[in-house]
C-alpha cells in the first residue's frame, strides 16, 4: 500500500538573487527563517541556476522539467498550451488539491478554461486595501533624472496599524487561511507565485532601515569589466545612470535586500501555520526563485532576457522534505538546475510524470550534501533576428515603445540583433561557457574571477577548456533537441485502414473489426486478429 502522499508547497518569490540569503555569505542579508530552515530541516543548493533570466520562460521550464528551447518556450509572450501539461495540472489529476494563487506566468490566458484545469481553486487578488507606494512620489522626476530609468522608489508608506500591506501579504494570508482550513482530506499542493523582490525597488518599515548599508558587499563595477556582452553595453547607455553616486547604489542594494527581508518573513509566517495546522513534518517545502536580478552589478539593475551572470542566472534554491525522508541538512554545493524541482517532487510524490523529461531528483544529494548529480547546469535565452515579433516587448511598432515607459532601455537594447541574439549558458565545476549565435562567447574562471569581470574566450591557454566545453554542449542539446509523446498517433484513417482488412473479413465480422479499427488497435494486431477469424471461419 502506498505510503501517504505529502503535501507540496512552492513558495516562489520572483527576481531573487541566491546572495540574497544570509546563510550564503551575504553579511547585509537578513533572512532568519530561511536560514533556520537550512541549518535544521531542509538542504539549500547554493550552486542551483534558472533554465532563463526572465519569469515565463523560466516558469515554463521548472513546472515542466524541460528546457525553454524544447518548445520553445524563451519569451513573455508563449506559455503553456493544452497539450503541455504543468506539474500543477499532473498533480490535480493525480488526487492533489491544487491551490494557487492568480500570479499567472505559466499558461496561456487566452484560452478559456486552460489555467483553471491546472488547480482546483485559484485565489483572485486585489481583495484586499493595498498600500499606498512610495513616500516619495517625485522621486522618478522627469527624462534624464538619474532615477528615471532606475526601478527605485526607496521607501514605502505604511497605514494607521505601522504596514504596508502588499499583495504578496494578501496571497500569504490567503494561503495560511487554505491551510487552516482544508477544503477536505486530500494532499495539498499550494503554489505561491509572489512578486517581491521584483522592481519596483521599495519596502517599508523596518525592512528599509534594518539593512546595515556599510555591510554590503563590494558591487561588480563595468569599468573593471572586459569582453562583457554587448545587450549589458547597450541597457547601460539607455539607462544613462553614469550620475548615479556609491550612496545611490547602496541605497539601491539596501531597499532590495529589505524587500528580501520581508519575503523570508512572509515565509516564517506561512510556516508556522503549517505547524500550527500539525502538518509541517508531512510537507514538502520548497523555495526558489524563477530568476535574480543586477541590483547594481556591471552598473545594471532588473534583468535581461540573454546575459547569464550569477547575480541573475544562481538562485536560492531550498528543500524541506516530509519527514520520512532523511535530510543531511545544511548548504550543498552541488550543481543544481530548476528543472529537478519537477524530478523531485515527482519522486517524493511517487507521480509518474505523464511526458519525457530532463530534471534529477534531488532525493540522493538531500540525504548525503557531498553527492553530485550533475557535471554542468544550463540557462538560456535570446531570439533569431528574424523573431523580433516574437516576445511582448516589441509590439509596439516600428518606431518602438514610448521612452516614458521604465522599461524603454531594454526593450530598445532588444530591438538590436546582435544584443538580443540566442545563447546559452553553460556552468561547470570551475568554468562558465556562454555561446552565441552572434556576437562574441564567453568564459569565465569563477574560481579565479567569481564576478565574472574577464572574458577568457579568446585566450590561448584556455582553448582546451573550452574545445571540451563545447563538445559537452554539442552531446547535451543533442540529448534534449526535443522530446516523443508517450502517446502516439495513427498512420491510416479508419477508413484506410478497414481498406486494407477487408478482403479477409466476413461480412458477418465487419461490425466487430470495425469497432476494434475504432478503438485504436495497433495495425499489426488487427492483421493478427483478422487472419485468425478467417482461420476459425476454414474450420468451422
Same mark, same amino acid.
Given at each position: 500500500?502506498?505510503?501517504?502522499?505529502?503535501?507540496?508547497?512552492?513558495?516562489?518569490?520572483?527576481?531573487?538573487?541566491?546572495?540574497?540569503?544570509?546563510? &550564503?555569505?551575504?553579511?547585509?542579508?537578513?533572512?532568519?527563517?530561511?536560514?533556520?530552515?537550512?541549518?535544521?530541516?531542509? *538542504?539549500?543548493?547554493?550552486?542551483?541556476?534558472?533554465?532563463?533570466?526572465?519569469? *515565463?520562460?523560466?516558469?515554463?521550464?521548472?513546472?515542466?522539467? &524541460?528546457?525553454?528551447?524544447?518548445?520553445?518556450?524563451?519569451?513573455?509572450?508563449?506559455?503553456?498550451?493544452?497539450?503541455?501539461?504543468?506539474?500543477?495540472?499532473?498533480?490535480?489529476?493525480?488526487?492533489?488539491?491544487?491551490?494557487?494563487?492568480?500570479?499567472?506566468?505559466?499558461?496561456?490566458?487566452?484560452?478559456?478554461?486552460?489555467?483553471? /484545469?491546472?488547480?482546483?481553486?485559484?485565489?483572485?487578488?486585489?481583495?484586499?486595501?493595498?498600500?499606498?507606494?512610495?513616500?516619495?512620489?517625485?522621486?522618478?522626476?522627469?527624462?534624464?533624472?538619474?532615477?528615471?530609468?532606475?526601478?527605485?522608489?526607496?521607501?514605502?508608506?505604511?497605514?494607521?496599524?505601522?504596514?504596508?500591506?502588499?499583495?504578496?501579504?494578501?496571497?500569504?494570508?490567503?494561503?495560511?487561511?487554505?491551510?487552516?482550513?482544508?477544503?477536505?482530506?486530500?494532499?495539498?499542493?499550494?503554489?505561491? $507565485?509572489?512578486?517581491?523582490?521584483?522592481?519596483?525597488?521599495g519596502v517599508e518599515e523596518p525592512y528599509y532601515s534594518s539593512i546595515e548599508r556599510n555591510k554590503l558587499k563590494e558591487r561588480i563595477k563595468p569599468d573593471l569589466c572586459s569582453g562583457k556582452h554587448k545587450m549589458e553595453q547597450l541597457i547601460r547607455k539607455y539607462c544613462n545612470m553614469e550620475a548615479y553616486t556609491k550612496e545611490d547604489w547602496d541605497e539601491l542594494r539596501a531597499v532590495y535586500l529589505g524587500m528580501c527581508m520581508k519575503i523570508d518573513e512572509q515565509f516564517g509566517r506561512l510556516t508556522e501555520?503549517?505547524?500550527?495546522?500539525?502538518?509541517?513534518?508531512?510537507?514538502?517545502?520548497?523555495?526558489?526563485?524563477?530568476?535574480?536580478?543586477?541590483?547594481?552589478?556591471? $552598473?545594471?539593475?532588473?534583468?535581461?532576457?540573454?546575459?547569464?551572470?550569477?547575480?541573475?542566472?544562481?538562485?536560492?534554491?531550498?528543500?524541506?522534505?516530509? /519527514?520520512?525522508?532523511?535530510?543531511?541538512?545544511?548548504? /550543498?554545493?552541488?550543481?543544481?538546475?530548476?528543472?529537478?524541482?519537477?524530478?523531485?517532487?515527482?519522486?517524493?510524490?511517487?507521480?509518474?510524470?505523464?511526458?519525457?523529461?530532463?530534471?534529477?531528483?534531488?532525493?540522493?544529494?538531500?540525504?548525503?550534501?557531498?553527492?553530485?548529480?550533475?557535471?554542468?547546469?544550463?540557462?538560456?535565452? $535570446?531570439?533569431?533576428?528574424?523573431?523580433?515579433?516574437?516576445?511582448?516587448?516589441?509590439?509596439?511598432?516600428?518606431?518602438?515603445?514610448?521612452?516614458?515607459?521604465?522599461?524603454?532601455?531594454?526593450?530598445?537594447?532588444?530591438?538590436?540583433?546582435?544584443?538580443?541574439?540566442?545563447?546559452?549558458?553553460?556552468?561547470?565545476?570551475?568554468?562558465?561557457?556562454? /555561446?552565441?549565435?552572434?556576437?562574441?562567447?564567453?568564459?569565465?574562471?569563477?574560481?579565479?574571477?567569481?564576478?565574472?569581470?574577464?572574458? &577568457?574566450?579568446?585566450?590561448?591557454?584556455?582553448?582546451?577548456?573550452?574545445?571540451?566545453?563545447?563538445?559537452?554542449?554539442?552531446?547535451?542539446?543533442?540529448?534534449?533537441?526535443?522530446? *516523443?509523446?508517450?502517446?502516439?498517433?495513427?498512420?491510416?484513417?479508419?477508413?484506410?485502414?478497414?481498406?486494407?482488412?477487408?478482403?479477409?473479413?466476413?461480412?458477418?465480422?465487419?461490425?466487430?473489426?470495425?469497432?476494434?479499427?475504432? $478503438?485504436?488497435?495497433?495495425?499489426?494486431?488487427?492483421?493478427?486478429?483478422?487472419?485468425?477469424?478467417?482461420?476459425?471461419?476454414?474450420?468451422?
Open positions: 500500500m502506498m505510503a501517504k502522499r505529502p503535501h507540496i508547497i512552492i513558495f516562489n518569490p520572483d527576481e531573487m538573487r541566491a546572495d540574497a540569503l544570509a546563510h &550564503l555569505g551575504n553579511t547585509a542579508a537578513i533572512t532568519p527563517n530561511l536560514d533556520a530552515m537550512a541549518a535544521k530541516d531542509a *538542504v539549500s543548493f547554493s550552486r542551483a541556476y534558472c533554465q532563463n533570466p526572465v519569469c *515565463v520562460p523560466s516558469r515554463c521550464s521548472f513546472f515542466t522539467g &524541460l528546457y525553454p528551447h524544447v518548445r520553445g518556450h524563451r519569451t513573455m509572450s508563449y506559455l503553456l498550451r493544452p497539450g503541455e501539461d504543468s506539474l500543477l495540472k499532473e498533480l490535480k489529476e493525480a488526487g492533489y488539491y491544487v491551490w494557487m494563487n492568480d500570479r499567472n506566468d505559466l499558461t496561456a490566458g487566452q484560452i478559456e478554461g486552460w489555467c483553471e /484545469s491546472h488547480a482546483d481553486e485559484i485565489y483572485y487578488g486585489g481583495q484586499k486595501q493595498h498600500g499606498s507606494g512610495p513616500l516619495d512620489k517625485k522621486l522618478r522626476g522627469e527624462p534624464g533624472n538619474k532615477h528615471y530609468y532606475s526601478h527605485f522608489e526607496g521607501k514605502l508608506g505604511v497605514a494607521k496599524d505601522g504596514r504596508h500591506y502588499s499583495g504578496d501579504d494578501e496571497v500569504v494570508d490567503a494561503a495560511i487561511n487554505r491551510i487552516l482550513n482544508p477544503p477536505d482530506d486530500r494532499p495539498m499542493c499550494l503554489f505561491l $507565485g509572489l512578486i517581491y523582490p521584483h522592481t519596483p525597488y501555520a503549517l505547524k500550527e495546522a500539525g502538518i509541517y513534518d508531512d510537507c514538502a517545502i520548497f523555495f526558489f526563485s524563477d530568476h535574480g536580478d543586477y541590483t547594481g552589478d556591471y $552598473g545594471l539593475v532588473e534583468k535581461a532576457q540573454n546575459t547569464f551572470e550569477d547575480c541573475l542566472t544562481r538562485v536560492p534554491f531550498l528543500i524541506k522534505p516530509p /519527514s520520512d525522508i532523511s535530510v543531511d541538512s545544511g548548504v /550543498s554545493p552541488a550543481l543544481t538546475e530548476l528543472v529537478d524541482f519537477y524530478a523531485t517532487v515527482m519522486d517524493f510524490t511517487g507521480i509518474t510524470p505523464n511526458h519525457t523529461h530532463f530534471g534529477r531528483s534531488l532525493r540522493p544529494v538531500l540525504q548525503n550534501r557531498s553527492a553530485c548529480i550533475r557535471r554542468y547546469a544550463f540557462c538560456e535565452g $535570446g531570439r533569431q533576428p528574424d523573431e523580433l515579433h516574437c516576445d511582448e516587448y516589441h509590439s509596439y511598432g516600428p518606431d518602438g515603445p514610448p521612452q516614458t515607459m521604465v522599461y524603454w532601455p531594454k526593450m530598445m537594447a532588444q530591438t538590436d540583433d546582435e544584443a538580443h541574439a540566442k545563447g546559452i549558458m553553460m556552468r561547470g565545476e570551475r568554468y562558465k561557457y556562454v /555561446s552565441r549565435t552572434l556576437g562574441s562567447d564567453e568564459l569565465y574562471d569563477m574560481l579565479e574571477d567569481p564576478g565574472e569581470t574577464r572574458n &577568457l574566450i579568446n585566450g590561448p591557454e584556455y582553448q582546451e577548456i573550452l574545445r571540451i566545453m563545447q563538445f559537452d554542449m554539442l552531446k547535451w542539446m543533442q540529448a534534449t533537441a526535443d522530446i *516523443v509523446p508517450y502517446d502516439y498517433d495513427q498512420r491510416l484513417t479508419p477508413e484506410m485502414t478497414w481498406a486494407r482488412v477487408r478482403a479477409i473479413v466476413q461480412p458477418e465480422d465487419e461490425a466487430a473489426v470495425r469497432e476494434l479499427i475504432t $478503438g485504436g488497435i495497433p495495425f499489426g494486431r488487427l492483421i493478427s486478429y483478422c487472419r485468425e477469424l478467417a482461420a476459425k471461419r476454414d474450420d468451422d
